[in-house]
């Protein structure tokens, strides 16, 4: 196991033994940013990374190659001074630092890998800017609020790509109706970037609400569609990861707002209960957990119309079949022809099925109450009966090996590892091969598969 271990270490960051001085000598040589991973002792999250995500061979192909790498304990020598002079107050914060001691660019956190890897090449991207996002940000954390200035901030964030929906609230007052008539300026806030966030209820969103049918008309956009996504991304990557329960009404709210301009009334209170199951879960209440999942099943997912599912899907599926049996197309020339048949057959239920799974996952994540578990396994068990694919196979695996059946669960995880569906797909390969080994050596997968969004 210690051979491995230090064989896993040796393939990702390598981490300089020297002094602050000297590392900043050797990153102005090499023209190299110096990364610093600042932790502290206690600090669950930096362990985390510490052990899952530096040892990573992607991880150290990445940082190796592109940086000085650096990590210091926040509480300890020359970290306190780095901290201090950084403005560091939460772990892990990285910090990216060109060879004069400028800081360019900082991100906080526990981390997936990917996220993880984008903060380095967000950090790349500022290497050479006169006016890096970490200098705009440290202005906007010293109390700058000259609008110009939001603006030129709102616009750096938005070309990285990095969430704005407090700094939206804070400049939005501001503008006038002449700055509404500045589609670069609309498009920054009201952009399509997948990492958009928006405050549900707030200024911003209340303004989309009023006049969404006139910025349709004058930009080209989907107000509606972009505000939804966003506010569902704010309560991933704020509502949920700080624990503000208390906002879980305003987002609900917004939500079933939303959703009703949309014409989508009959999901809402579907829709909610499971938001309600992702809050509890992920936050892990496991008293509030278990009662949503068996809200979200009971209330919704069995008593959905399966037999209806089948007929639809089916008729899709000759549906999209058509065109080649009658010759019109070849289907020899359509690339993942068998995968794009599996998936149009079985749409409707496969989301049926990953909605089951999430519920089971739930379960699995936050209790270790035998009859709750059992409970999950059942759920499990239908979603690969309705959907043999990897993310039923890997939440049933799971929980058979929870539950005491291991090499039940084994050969569940090599079906998920196998499924044709993740062609071309390695990240989750990976995932499914992770997961088989920790089952087979005896552990509990921490991560099995996000089912739905």
Known sequence: MFTGVTSLAAQGINFEKA??????????????????????????????????????????????????NFGIDAEKGEGVEIAKTYDVHAFPTYLFVNGDGQLMYKAVGGLPVDEFLKTADLALMNQNDLTPFAKLEGEYNAGNRNKQFLVSYLKKRASLQVPSADIIEVIFPMLTEKDFADSALVSYMLSTSPTAEYVPKGKFYDYIIQHHSQLDSAYHLKSLPTLNFGIRNYFTKNIIANHKEELLPVMFAAVSQLMSLMGDDADKDAYIKRLTMSYYSKTHNEQKTMAAALDFVNNVLLKMDLAAMQRDDAA??????????????????????????????????????????????????????????????????????????????????????????????????????????????????????????????????????????
Not at 39 to 58: D, E, I, Q
């Open 19 to 68: 002094s602050w001085k000297e590392l900043l000598s050797k990153a102005k040589e090499q023209n190299k940013l110096v990364f610093i991973d600042v932790y502290t002792s206690w600090c669950g999250p930096c362990k985390m990374m510490a052990a899952n995500v530096f040892p990573l061979k992607k991880v150290g192909d990445k940082f190796n190659s592109s940086f000085v």
């Open 316 to 453: 899709d599926l000759k549906q999209m079949r058509e065109p080649f049996i009658s010759g019109a197309q070849d289907s020899t020339k359509v690339q993942y022809w068998k995968i794009m048949n599996i998936v149009t057959g079985k749409r409707r239920q496969m989301q049926f099925a990953f909605s089951l799974g999430d519920a089971a996952q739930s379960v699995y994540h936050n209790t270790k109450n035998v009859e709750m578990l059992m409970k999950a396994l059942a759920w499990a068990k239908q979603a690969v009966d309705v959907y043999p694919g990897f993310g039923s196979y890997a939440v049933y695996g799971a929980l058979l090996a929870k539950t005491g059946k291991k090499q039940e669960g084994i050969a569940m995880m090599e079906k998920a590892a196998a499924d044709p569906t993740l062609t071309g797909n390695q990240n989750l390969i990976d995932l499914m091969q992770s997961n088989l080994a920790k089952i087979k050596e005896g552990f509990e997968p921490e991560h099995l598969v996000h089912l739905t969004d």
